[in-house]
């Protein structure tokens, strides 16, 4: 890895530009009142937010003046991990402050909704506060109780916010999956849940095409038994079904929001994890939780404020989209792009991101490599004169995407690759306005996040590869698991390792400088002769290559005692995986990275399985490879194409023959 101090920053952030950002006013803010350090900048706040927790988060709900309808007794009533009691006593309602801008500013925009068409189209914070209040009293007439569950099958459309946000007003627990997902994959989240109000929708329409969903609908009502009342959103313009009820009859009245309110670890929403190798785990966060830690993350770290324009491109079956929603608490208009990330072309985000006006475009890191491919030129192609910050998350973004950023959209551009989880829906690292972008890194650990890279023996390290741990407690740590009564799923996947202390499951380096490198997760790290590398960076080098759209790689622990590593690529249309292209991407791995971790194997392959969600599937194909049957390797709900899968099966069976 390259020293932390030899190579200049790819972009840095001027005096102004520090001066008016809101963590700077902040600091300042916090050092009159609570005791932060005025001086040292972002490092200094940083050290003070971990070291002080109770005084950084005290001095957050001051800042946002979060309003407790009931005062706490003291920010953290218990530190330990899990089981962290945050602000006990208090009560709030998150779906109240995500609406507070409509009191000050009715008729400015709190939604612009854009479908392939690229029209946006905006809704007012008055008519989204009347919506919202209308469908919060729909719900309560249907017997709707604080703690019920109530689910969405929807895309990324104004509908879905208004659900969810009328569910948190009635203090019910939102969950939501997109309507891409086949019937098996929603029950697995939705029948654990046990929801009494079902929103679906008839379709949705996605590269150019129109996709009729009524059949699964069916299926998810006659398996779902818990569910009392199913809303019917004609998105394709189909009649209600018998048995339901119509959208538009819901949000028809005029009514002030009720805001039920709930104390700070009230369940807010469920979100799922991927579900690769058994159920998706069923992970519950609170409304006061995510309420602190996503005001901190929006407000501090993406900088975002009333005149701000946020656009990230995700579904409703990702953390990120709820993420985008509390866009709202900022007071930022939000941005719901419905549709194909590349229809009519590779380009359509930036073209969203032009006609939105955004400031804040968020993406995949995978979208900004395909770009690179594509030869997509945002800055030439379109006006993104108002974009200030480009942020990707999902995966490592390689050197090559940050170079390409700075050179085909702006240099004078605040590159955010970000990293997190599902499992506290925030990031443990990633966007900080004040600080220089180095490429191929994060800028730094989040305030709060006493994040650190741990070697095996539970010793924290500097600029070597180690676990991602954080230390001390988050807001939006889950409260728990559903259907986890005595804690022990939760406990076995975050706090096994290192009693007390949260490992994420990646490979990280922290630097000298304090910024943060992801090299893939820990569970599918490569490891020969003790050398471990994470598979991030094993792609990132070779997909570089012009032939190569995207790969995977897996090292095999072998029952002798040796270890196989195949790489396996999936070639661009017209490519051919002939020797002196097999000679190259070895040599690429050589003397890019490392000659250990030069492959065993390079197989062609037809496709890269990928979750739902578009992660690359490693674990389970590395369990098919060992020989797992393929129903017990994955869970087939979680997976974008198992025809793929077959393909890995197909071969283990012959390395095994």
């Known amino acids: 890895m390259t020293s932390a101090h030899t190579e200049p920053p790819l972009w840095q952030p001027d005096e102004e530009h520090i001066a008016s950002a809101a963590v700077t006013r902040f600091q300042t803010w916090a050092a009159e009142h609570h005791g932060a350090p005025a001086q040292g900048g972002y490092p200094a706040l940083h050290r003070w937010s971990v070291e002080e927790l109770e005084a950084f988060w005290q001095a957050i709900v001051e800042w946002f003046d979060i309003r407790f309808s009931t005062p706490y007794e003291r920010v953290l009533g218990d530190r330990s991990m899990p089981g962290a009691d945050w602000f006990p006593g208090a009560t709030l309602n998150y779906a109240e402050h995500a609406l507070r801008a409509a009191a000050e500013r009715p008729h400015d925009t709190a939604l612009l909704h854009v479908d392939e068409t690229h029209e946006p189209a905006p809704i007012t914070w008055a008519e989204l506060r009347r919506q919202v209040g209308s469908l919060a009293a729909e719900l309560r007439a249907l017997g709707v109780r604080p703690g019920d569950r109530i689910s969405g099958y929807l895309p990324n459309v104004p509908q879905s916010v208004v659900a969810l946000l009328a569910t948190a007003a009635v203090g019910g627990v ?34 150019g095409k129109e996709h009729d969903r009524r059949e699964t609908v069916a299926e998810l009502r006659a398996e779902l038994p818990t569910v009392r009342a199913v809303v019917h959103i004609p998105l394709l313009g189909t009649p209600a079904p018998e048995g339901t009820l119509t959208w538009d009859d819901l949000v028809a009245g005029d009514v002030e929001p009720v805001y039920e309110q709930v104390p700070f670890a009230h369940p807010l929403w469920v979100l799922y994890s991927s579900g690769t190798t ?60 419905d549709g194909s990330p590349g229809y009519p072309d590779t380009a359509a985000q930036w073209r969203v991101a ?33 974009v200030r910050c480009v942020a990707t998350t ?230 098919l490879l060992q020989g797992t049957p393929l129903a017990k390797a994955v869970n087939a709900g979680s997976v974008d194409d198992l025809g793929l899968l077959r393909f890995y099966e197909t071969l283990a069976a012959a390395r095994r023959a």
């Open 174 to 207: 939102w969950t939501s999956c997109a309507p891409d997902f086949g019937a098996r994959s929603v029950l697995d989240r939705f029948q654990q849940v046990e929801p009494v109000v079902l929103f679906t929708v008839d379709g949705y329409r996605y590269g």
């Open 278 to 337: 058994g159920l998706p785990k069923a992970i519950v966060q609170s409304q006061g939780g995510i309420l602190v830690e996503h005001l901190k993350q929006l407000g501090l770290h993406n900088d975002l404020g009333p005149e701000d324009v946020f656009f990230w491109y995700t579904s409703t079956g990702w953390m990120m989209w709820n993420f985008l929603v509390s866009g709202l608490l900022t007071g930022s208009t939000v941005v719901l792009y």
């Open 354 to 386: 032009e006609r939105t006006r955004a400031t804040l475009y968020g993406t995949s890191a995978a979208y900004v490599m395909a770009c690179a491919k594509a030869d997509v030129h945002p800055g030439r192609d379109f006006d993104l004169s108002t």
């Open 394 to 623: 999902g995966s490592p973004l390689p050197p090559d995407g940050f170079r390409w950023l700075h050179d085909e959209v702006r240099e004078n551009l605040w590159i955010a690759s970000v990293s997190g989880g599902t499992d506290v829906c925030s990031c443990f690292a990633g966007a900080v306005p004040t600080l220089p972008v180095h490429i191929g890194e994060l800028q730094a650990a989040g305030l709060g996040t006493d994040l650190q890279a741990w070697d095996a023996s539970g010793k924290a390290v500097i600029g070597e590869v180690g676990e991602l741990v954080v230390t001390n407690p988050m807001p939006s740590m889950p409260i728990h698991f559903w259907n986890d009564p005595d804690g022990s799923r939760y406990r076995d996947s975050y706090f096994e390792m290192y009693p007390g202390v949260w490992r994420h499951g990646d490979w990280i380096t922290l630097t000298d400088r304090g910024s943060v490198v992801i090299h893939g997760r820990s569970d599918s790290t490569l490891n020969r002769q003790g050398v471990r590398m994470g598979s991030a960076d094993i792609y990132e080098a070779v997909e570089r290559l012009p032939e190569i759209r995207e790969s995977l790689v897996i090292g095999l622990e072998e029952p002798d005692g040796g270890y196989w590593m195949p790489l396996f690529v999936h070639l661009v249309d017209g490519a051919t995986l002939d020797e002196e292209l097999t000679d190259r991407i070895k040599r690429t791995i050589r003397t890019e990275l490392s000659p250990r971790h030069v492959p065993d194997e390079i197989i062609e392959v037809p496709g890269v399985p990928h979750t739902l969600t578009g992660k690359r599937i490693e674990v389970p194909v590395k369990r």
